[in-house]
């Protein structure tokens, strides 16, 4: 943990922006605790990773279990034994270092997670670019599981916190060691506790969904952000107006385990961000229009064309056409669609 980290947050229980660290000018802290000034309640740092979410809400420690319950049947269920050694010493790390893409064809031809990351990873880059970061920006991801985006975030960034209610944000050193460094967050994005106008970007890649509160949650971003600021979220399911089916049996099996999932229309998505303060819009990704599974070949050449003209990205296409067209048209469960919420 980085002594500057402190400068950014505020405490989680009483809100004051007091927490201190004994250790605060002495470099990198990787074991300890942090305290609040103010309310005196006490945050443990271990292996540079600051608890902020010691005492979590009944939800929250059902969601905590049921992902630690996931990430076991996952690699036992999902990956091929043949293809576990991948996930070994220096292998596993190179393969996390590879991500979203994948070096080894047959794992992410085999393994659902890694075929899903994969599919995505062309869009997830090419948002990268769209956003257009200088390095000066102070970023925070929420939801950043493993800390593989937020390593490509802290690359093009100036200051990068991953934040995560799951113990997965431990295997995040593995890019901190080997990568960009990056700040490690234990928190809870409902309680999100970083100061008001603090930062320039609050990120996320399918997380926003685990909201139970949209408006609530999206409020909490919108405090932090500097005037200026956006939020943005890749990746998220997107429900058309008639989905009710898909929206009832979405998420089914980790429901049962306690995960909070979600499936909200864009018009849900869209309301409670202008209730939270925030401007909306909806960005395209080409991904979308090299998605052979979609229909109107020629329907997706022409948007290709305007992307590459600039034209889709106009205020009319953002504000206006795609959140309209995703009422009707929606991909579930991962839309080839950013949305952007500006502080204004």
Same mark, same amino acid.
Request: glycine share 8%; with cysteine; hydrophobic share 45%.
């Given at each position: 943990?980085?002594?500057?980290?402190?400068? @950014?947050?505020?405490?989680?229980?009483?809100?004051?922006?007091?927490?201190?660290?004994?250790?605060?000018?002495a #470099?990198?802290?990787? $074991?300890?605790?942090?305290?609040?000034a103010?309310c005196g309640r006490?945050?443990?740092?271990?292996?540079?990773i600051?608890?902020?979410h010691? !005492?979590?809400?009944?939800?929250?420690?059902?969601?905590?279990?049921?992902?630690?319950?996931?990430?076991?049947?996952?690699?036992?269920?999902?990956?091929?034994?043949?293809?576990?050694?991948?996930?070994?010493g220096?292998?596993?790390?190179?393969?996390?270092?590879?991500?979203p893409?994948?070096?080894?064809?047959?794992l992410?031809?085999?393994?659902?997670?890694?075929?899903?990351?994969?599919?995505l990873?062309?869009?997830?880059?090419?948002?990268?670019?769209?956003?257009?970061?200088?390095?000066t920006?102070t970023?925070?991801?929420? &939801?950043?599981?493993?800390?593989?985006?937020a390593?490509?975030?802290?690359?093009?960034?100036?200051?990068v916190?991953?934040?995560?209610?799951? $113990?997965?944000?431990?295997m995040?050193?593995?890019?901190?060691e080997?990568?960009?460094?990056?700040?490690?967050?234990?928190?809870?994005?409902?309680v999100?506790?970083?100061?008001?106008? !603090?930062?320039?970007?609050?990120?996320?890649?399918a997380?926003?969904? $685990?909201?139970?509160?949209?408006c $609530?949650?999206l409020?909490?971003?919108?405090?932090?952000?500097k005037?200026?600021?956006?939020?943005?979220?890749?990746?998220?399911?997107?429900? #058309?107006?008639?989905?009710?089916?898909?929206?009832?049996?979405?998420?089914?099996?980790?429901?049962?385990?306690g995960?909070?999932?979600h499936i909200?229309?864009v018009?849900? =998505? @869209?309301?409670?961000?202008?209730?939270?303060?925030?401007?909306?819009?909806?960005?395209?990704?080409? #991904? @979308?229009?090299h998605?052979?599974?979609?229909?109107?070949r020629f329907?997706?050449r022409?948007a290709?064309?305007?992307?590459?003209? &600039?034209?889709? =990205?106009?205020?009319?296409?953002?504000?206006?056409l795609?959140?309209?067209?995703?009422?009707?048209?929606?991909?579930?469960?991962?839309?080839?669609?950013?949305?952007?919420?500006?502080?204004?």
């Amino acid at each position: 943990m980085s002594p500057e980290l402190l400068g @950014l947050l505020a405490c989680p229980i009483c809100h004051a922006q007091s927490l201190k660290t004994a250790a605060a000018d002495a #470099g990198h802290i990787e $074991h300890g605790q942090v305290v609040c000034a103010d309310c005196g309640r006490a945050y443990p740092v271990r292996e540079g990773i600051l608890d902020l979410h010691p !005492s979590p809400s009944e939800a929250a420690q059902q969601e905590m279990d049921a992902h630690r319950q996931l990430g076991a049947q996952w690699f036992t269920e999902q990956v091929p034994e043949r293809l576990r050694h991948l996930f070994e010493g220096e292998q596993g790390v190179q393969t996390a270092l590879g991500l979203p893409r994948s070096s080894n064809a047959e794992l992410a031809r085999e393994v659902e997670a890694f075929r899903r990351m994969a599919a995505l990873a062309d869009d997830y880059f090419e948002l990268l670019d769209w956003l257009d970061l200088q390095g000066t920006e102070t970023v925070v991801e929420v &939801g950043a599981d493993t800390g593989w985006s937020a390593r490509h975030l802290a690359e093009r960034a100036g200051r990068v916190v991953a934040t995560d209610i799951s $113990h997965q944000l431990a295997m995040a050193g593995i890019y901190v060691e080997r990568a960009r460094y990056f700040d490690r967050v234990f928190c809870d994005m409902a309680v999100f506790p970083f100061r008001p106008e !603090s930062l320039d970007l609050v990120f996320g890649v399918a997380v926003l969904h $685990h909201a139970g509160d949209l408006c $609530h949650v999206l409020g909490r971003f919108h405090a932090a952000l500097k005037p200026g600021g956006r939020a943005i979220f890749f990746a998220e399911p997107v429900a #058309g107006r008639w989905d009710a089916a898909a929206k009832e049996a979405f998420g089914a099996d980790e429901k049962a385990l306690g995960v909070q999932e979600h499936i909200y229309t864009v018009v849900e =998505y @869209l309301r409670a961000s202008r209730a939270a303060g925030l401007r909306p819009s909806v960005i395209p990704l080409s #991904g @979308l229009l090299h998605d052979t599974t979609r229909r109107w070949r020629f329907m997706r050449r022409l948007a290709l064309l305007s992307l590459k003209t &600039g034209l889709g =990205y106009t205020r009319p296409c953002t504000n206006g056409l795609y959140p309209f067209l995703l009422q009707f048209y929606p991909r579930i469960p991962f839309p080839q669609f950013a949305l952007v919420f500006e502080k204004v």
